[in-house]
């Protein structure tokens, strides 16, 4: 009976939600990332797992940028009009960029400095921006400019002190091979970051977790001086009441907090690493010690969940990716990829970010090393200069006039699987676990012998990490066509 109070209470509770609070149906506001301190990994690695969402027909190319050397007094001309001054040399990096989006993309350094992002909505609805302020250009600038995540903080934060941030509010999750930021900006001139600690997890769905902010303690938190203070004079936060300042309150939209599209993916995920089982009406906290060490399968896992076995696992025949209640795996998902970024090695080789094009779920997660030096054929439009210039010239049919792209095979499958999930998935499930742990065998016996290749011939090793890739994307191929 007990057990069937609690499953009813949670409908109940979960209806009223549903219909008090508006459900945000923008796709650009459903991406989902974890970040897992050096202390709380299997292999003692940073880990950085992150799901894409976005509405509508997307197509993503996958560079690589090499270092680029910029003239004296070379300008950076912003989306939104303004213009900031460019540095002498600019660092490589791998790029995943989506076509046209403004808030999509991310990115990985020649130091393993990786960012992508999560929407998260605020209150502030009279922001102090300068000639437009900075959007799309903010992690670009970071992945360029920055040795370490922290770097990553500073650089953005003095930007957006500088001409302020265009967009309502949004998280970056930033890792390197020492340690993961998140950097919570709200639109205009203020943000926060806070450091993850070593021995945690963080989780972030579509709006802020940052809640306590101690700016004195600069090893684990960066901010605007003004952080409070601006809360106090919005009536965002009463000094003279009990409650302690929670930055997630204080400046975060209600119904973003509120969302149940929000809650149910941070809970699950949550419930799924965390030793403490919560209720979907617990506060959570921004980081917790996990149960287990965790694993790169741990993460991916994670990025595939649809709720199962939970009170939110959808019973019926049909489509578990259309729902109303959000999964974290997804109908709008582009990609998702697991960081693995290791100290103890070169950043060329020591940072390896695992990716899955569309659907996490059904497909297969192929390693890519920082060191790379050439993409494969087929995964991206012209080259990364034609990329740098014409990323917001719009097509008018997308997936027309880039039909050889190899995006478009796994979008074909995952919409093939969708037509009939249920009576498709066990056997694909199987599929793709033997699949993926051949792609971890072979990472594995080449992971082993790239560091003495590595420290012999660094041209060398490139070239036998561009071999490898194009090898597991081929694997990746067949894979879809395992049946046919």
Aim: net charge negative; with cysteine; charged share 25%.
């Amino acid at each position: 009976m007990i057990v069937k109070h609690i499953k009813l209470s949670l409908l109940l509770f979960l209806f009223i939600f549903h219909f008090i609070f508006p459900q945000n149906g923008n796709a650009q506001y459903n991406c989902f990332s974890i970040l897992v301190g050096k202390d709380a990994t299997v292999d003692g690695s940073v880990l950085f797992a992150h799901n894409e969402d976005d509405s509508g027909i997307n197509l993503v190319n996958w560079y690589k940028v090499p270092r680029i050397s910029h003239k004296k007094d070379e300008i950076i001309k912003l989306f939104t009009g303004g213009k900031l001054p460019q540095v002498i040399e600019t660092f490589s990096y791998l790029w995943l960029e989506m076509p046209g989006q403004t808030f999509s993309d991310s990115y990985m350094n020649e130091w393993g400095v990786t960012i992508a992002s999560d929407a998260c909505r605020s209150k502030e609805d009279s922001a102090d921006i300068i000639n437009g302020g900075i959007g799309y250009y903010l992690r670009r600038i970071m992945v360029e400019r920055a040795k370490s995540a922290k770097e990553a903080v500073k650089i953005a934060g003095s930007i957006v002190d500088s001409i302020g941030y265009a967009s309502s509010g949004r998280t970056y999750c930033i890792a390197d091979p020492n340690e993961a930021w998140m950097m919570s900006i709200v639109k205009g001139k203020h943000w926060v970051a806070q450091r993850v600690p070593d021995e945690h997890v963080a989780i972030i769905p579509n709006y802020y977790v940052i809640q306590d902010v101690d700016l004195t303690d600069t090893l684990n938190f960066l901010g605007s001086p003004d952080i409070i203070d601006y809360a106090i004079n919005r009536g965002w936060h009463n000094p003279k009441s009990e409650e302690e300042f929670n930055f997630r309150l204080a400046y975060g939209k209600p119904s973003s907090i509120n969302s149940i599209r929000n809650m149910a993916r941070e809970w699950s995920a949550i419930n799924i690493l965390s030793p403490i089982k919560y209720e979907i009406s617990d506060e959570f906290p921004f980081s917790f010690k996990p149960r287990d060490e965790v694993s790169i399968q741990d993460l991916m896992s994670v990025l595939q969940n649809h709720y199962e076995d939970t009170e939110l696992e959808d019973n019926r025949e049909d489509n578990p990716h259309k729902h109303d209640i959000m999964r974290i795996c997804s109908e709008t998902n582009q990609y998702g990829f697991v960081a693995q970024l290791r100290n103890w090695l070169p950043p060329a080789i020591g940072s390896v970010l695992w990716l899955t094009p569309r659907r996490p779920c059904t497909q297969i997660f192929i390693p890519w090393y920082s060191g790379i030096t050439k993409i494969p054929d087929n995964y991206s439009i012209g080259n990364y200069k034609t990329a740098l210039e014409n990323h917001f010239n719009k097509y008018d049919d997308i997936k027309s006039e880039t039909s050889t792209h190899k995006f478009w095979d796994y979008v074909n499958y995952a919409e093939e699987i969708d037509k009939n999930y249920y009576d498709s998935i066990i056997p694909i499930k199987i599929k793709q676990k033997i699949v993926q742990q051949d792609i971890f065998d072979e990472y594995n016996n080449f992971d082993k012998n790239i560091i003495n290749l590595y420290n012999q011939n660094p041209k060398t090793a490139s070239d036998s990490i561009n071999i490898l890739t194009n090898e597991m994307l081929n694997k990746s191929i067949n894979y879809l066509n395992f049946d046919k």
